[in-house]
């Protein structure tokens, strides 16, 4: 069950302003209340984000580089049978690939 709900319709405009729209920024906006990714700091409370999904962690990335206080959880199987669909949008890549980039973007943070 759902013990509260807070809706952000204007969130997906927040990175408009210093022309970074992604949709992290979006994320970054809800946890620090609308006052946008600059405000947090590393005495700010450590909010927890689950990414299900991460792909090449790029999403991952801009949370964690954005908020220090950050801790970033994310799921994703790499290895899995691929299919047309799923041939394209990893751009040709094997799974054992596509995780390999990913911990390279997220080696920061490791």
């Known amino acids: ?16 302003r210093d022309y970074t729209f992604h949709r992290a920024d979006s994320i970054l906006s809800a946890l620090t209340g609308g006052l946008g990714a600059a405000s947090a700091s590393p005495t700010s409370p450590a909010p927890r984000v689950a990414e299900i999904g991460v792909h090449l962690a790029e999403f991952g990335q801009r949370l964690l580089s954005r908020h220090p206080a950050l801790r970033w959880l994310g799921v994703d199987p790499y290895e899995c049978d691929i299919d047309a669909n799923l041939h394209s949008f990893r751009e040709g890549l094997a799974g054992t690939q596509v995780l390999q980039g990913a911990r390279r973007l997220l080696s920061p943070w490791l």
């Open 1 to 16: 069950r759902v013990s509260r709900a807070i809706f952000h319709g204007d969130i997906p405009y927040m990175g408009v």
